[in-house]
């Protein structure tokens, strides 16, 4: 089998896997996502990506690349193909697996900081261990749990912050928005005028007016 071949069918699917990451990075910087160290700049974002990140390594998907791209001579005589053309499906189907085993953790790198070479060093130490140490799954399992474990601590004080301000919110608009009561009895007596229902008084009500009527005529009397 021409290696060279071989090289070039798998570095193509990393060529492809590089324009796309470049485009995920120009489309976060063009949203304004990004902050100043080239990380996201969004709790939500960085919990969203932790969890995708974090339930991928737990799936069978994940166990199945990381199985062959930890074997890859039981790779090639399980996948053996005659030919150049052969070399090249070979190469490219080595890449997909090994793509499909660490894109997640790749996609982490938007998390911390794309161009932090000491965060790329870590993933690159971790990606390692993960293909070369025999207890490689169990890497990827416990990768997986503490992923989602950091999603959930950077999702939930934004949360409670943000349960906070709508709370404030909302008291500040009732505040604004606050209505004098009226006193008690004042919406009997509008209903009442407003359907010609004559108000029903007390006796000592009806005895005051009557006598304020009295002392109405007698102040209007003429003087003699």
Same mark, same amino acid.
């Given at each position: 089998?021409?290696?060279?071949?071989?090289?070039?069918g798998?570095?193509?699917?990393?060529?492809?896997?590089s324009?796309?990451?470049?485009?995920?990075?120009?489309?976060?910087?063009?949203?304004?996502?990004l902050?100043?160290?080239?990380?996201?700049?969004?709790?939500?974002?960085?919990?969203?990506?932790l969890?995708?990140?974090?339930?991928?390594?737990?799936?069978?998907?994940k166990?199945?690349?990381l199985?062959?791209?930890?074997?890859?001579?039981?790779?090639?005589?399980?996948?053996?193909?005659?030919?150049?053309l052969?070399?090249? @499906?070979?190469?490219?189907?080595?890449? &997909?697996?090994? +793509? /499909?085993?660490?894109? !997640?953790?790749?996609?982490?790198?938007? #998390?911390?900081?794309?161009?932090?070479?000491?965060?790329?060093?870590a993933?690159? @130490?971790?990606?390692?261990?993960?293909? &070369?140490?025999? +207890? /490689?799954?169990?890497? !990827?399992?416990?990768?997986?749990y503490? #992923?989602i474990?950091?999603?959930?601590?950077?999702?939930?004080?934004?949360?409670?912050?943000?349960?906070t301000r709508?709370?404030?919110?909302?008291?500040?608009?009732?505040?604004?928005?606050?209505v004098?009561?009226?006193?008690?009895?004042?919406a009997?007596?509008?209903?009442?005028?407003?359907?010609?229902?004559?108000?029903?008084?007390?006796?000592?009500?009806?005895r005051?007016?009557?006598?304020?009527?009295?002392?109405?005529?007698?102040?209007?009397?003429?003087?003699?």
């Open positions: 089998m021409p290696t060279a071949i071989f090289v070039l798998y570095l193509a699917v990393w060529g492809m896997f324009v796309a990451a470049a485009f995920l990075h120009w489309a976060l910087a063009y949203s304004g996502l902050g100043q160290n080239m990380a996201i700049d969004n709790a939500w974002a960085v919990a969203g990506i969890l995708l990140a974090g339930l991928y390594q737990l799936t069978p998907l166990e199945a690349c199985t062959r791209c930890r074997s890859p001579s039981g790779f090639i005589l399980s996948e053996w193909r005659e030919g150049y052969g070399s090249v @499906i070979m190469g490219f189907r080595h890449g &997909l697996y090994c +793509a /499909g085993c660490c894109w !997640a953790l790749m996609l982490i790198m938007f #998390a911390v900081s794309a161009m932090d070479l000491r965060w790329t060093a993933f690159a @130490i971790y990606v390692a261990a993960e293909k &070369l140490l025999p +207890a /490689g799954p169990h890497i !990827a399992k416990f990768s997986g503490a #992923a474990v950091a999603a959930l601590v950077t999702a939930l004080p934004e949360s409670g912050r943000g349960a709508i709370g404030r919110e909302h008291g500040s608009c009732c505040r604004q928005g606050s004098k009561r009226p006193e008690r009895g004042t009997l007596v509008h209903i009442q005028q407003s359907l010609g229902v004559k108000r029903i008084m007390s006796p000592s009500r009806r005051v007016q009557s006598d304020e009527r009295r002392a109405s005529r007698v102040e209007d009397m003429p003087m003699l």
